[in-house]
């Protein structure tokens, strides 16, 4: 009798222990799984925020030295190539650039140069990339992205009666705030009588170029009633010189313009400008302009200046007290 009995307490006791082993294997595999989904799901997620951040190919480059190398290759498809993707990037801002003369076969870039300057108000300097195409000046904009470097702005200037290989059609200050620059390019226009050159100033504002400001660097037209024999010579001609001063504490960033106008006399014949083409490699001359002839001041000059303000409202300079 009381080996049965001590039978059936054995039977229960091992009954209870395998139920709480069981029981605890149960939890234990639970858990354990729980883990492995949370896991997996959080690595799913990671998987899609990576794949939502992945760079397309050909939308950006590894480095500014890259696009520089490619521009001037002798190979006419790595330059077809190159162009189509700093140009035709979606987004790209080519208002001042025409890309449709020389997309199909684009000549090497002649005085290819790369600088290195801080454009906007992050801390991380922008590649500006100059050269020479179609006997026509272009500045190329690139700007630091989580896939590499992108294309933000194409320039070109439209230069009349200018020298190739036009060394001062743009310019890079520090104009804005210190340590950040703003782009200047110049154009000009004219004929056998009058010239214009203007600078615009250009800022990039995300990854956009905007002008802030334009101003009439040189002007040469002839004098409104002068009759004398050599009226064809005698011009009335002002310039301008662009003097840029950062804001600093109490006070914004300033533009300040001087001019000096005055009569001159031009006389003899146009110098010749001599210079080098890398794309054939051989040294060519020209006439220059007539306004960089000999001339004679004929009344002493006027000088006067204009005064413009960076305005945070507007994102540009306005002229002083408006």
């Given at each position: 009798m009381f080996d049965a009995i001590w039978r059936r307490k054995g039977r229960l006791s091992a009954f209870a222990l395998?139920?709480?082993?069981?029981?605890?294997?149960?939890?234990?595999?639970?858990?354990v799984v729980g883990l492995f989904v949370r896991h997996a799901e959080t690595a799913t997620a990671d998987t899609r925020v990576l794949q939502s951040h992945a760079c397309p190919p050909g939308e950006s480059f590894v480095s500014p030295d890259e696009?520089?190398?490619?521009?001037?290759?002798?190979?006419?498809?790595?330059?077809?190539?190159?162009?189509?993707?700093?140009?035709l990037r979606p987004g790209v801002v080519t208002g001042f650039y025409d890309y449709e003369r020389d997309k199909d076969f684009p000549e090497r870039a002649e005085g290819a140069?790369?600088?290195?300057?801080?454009?906007?108000?992050?801390?991380?300097?922008?590649?500006?990339?100059?050269?020479?195409?179609?006997?026509?000046?272009?500045?190329?904009?690139?700007?630091?992205?989580?896939c590499g470097w992108k294309t933000v702005a194409a320039i070109s200037s439209w230069l009349r009666f200018e020298d190739y290989p036009y060394a001062d059609w743009i310019e890079l200050p520090e104009a804005i705030r210190a340590g950040r620059h703003v782009i200047v390019v110049r154009d000009s226009t004219g004929d056998a009588t009058r010239y214009t050159r203007r600078a615009r100033v250009l800022s990039l504002t995300g990854d956009h170029l905007e002008q802030v400001a334009e101003v009439e660097e040189e002007l040469i037209v002839p004098i409104e009633g002068y009759a004398g024999a050599d009226w064809a010579e005698v011009k009335r001609r002002r310039r301008g010189v662009l003097d840029f001063t950062p804001?600093?504490?109490?006070?914004?960033?300033?533009?300040?313009?001087k001019y000096r106008?005055?009569?001159?006399?031009?006389?003899?014949?146009?110098?010749?400008?001599?210079?080098?083409?890398?794309?054939?490699?051989?040294?060519?001359?020209?006439?220059?302009?007539?306004?960089?002839?000999?001339?004679?001041?004929?009344?002493?000059?006027?000088?006067?200046?204009?005064?413009?303000?960076?305005?945070?409202?507007?994102?540009?300079?306005?002229?002083?007290?408006?």
């Open positions: 395998s139920f709480a082993v069981g029981l605890l294997l149960a939890v234990v595999c639970r858990v696009v520089l190398a490619a521009l001037s290759s002798i190979d006419a498809g790595v330059r077809r190539e190159i162009f189509r993707r700093l140009f140069r790369l600088q290195l300057v801080n454009l906007d108000d992050s801390p991380g300097e922008e590649a500006v990339i100059t050269f020479v195409r179609n006997d026509s000046p272009v500045a190329v904009v690139l700007k630091r992205c989580a804001q600093s504490i109490g006070s914004p960033a300033h533009l300040r313009v106008d005055e009569v001159v006399r031009f006389s003899g014949v146009e110098p010749l400008n001599v210079y080098w083409r890398e794309g054939d490699g051989v040294w060519h001359e020209a006439r220059r302009h007539w306004r960089s002839r000999q001339c004679e001041v004929l009344e002493p000059a006027t000088l006067s200046e204009e005064q413009f303000v960076w305005s945070e409202q507007k994102n540009r300079f306005v002229p002083a007290g408006s």
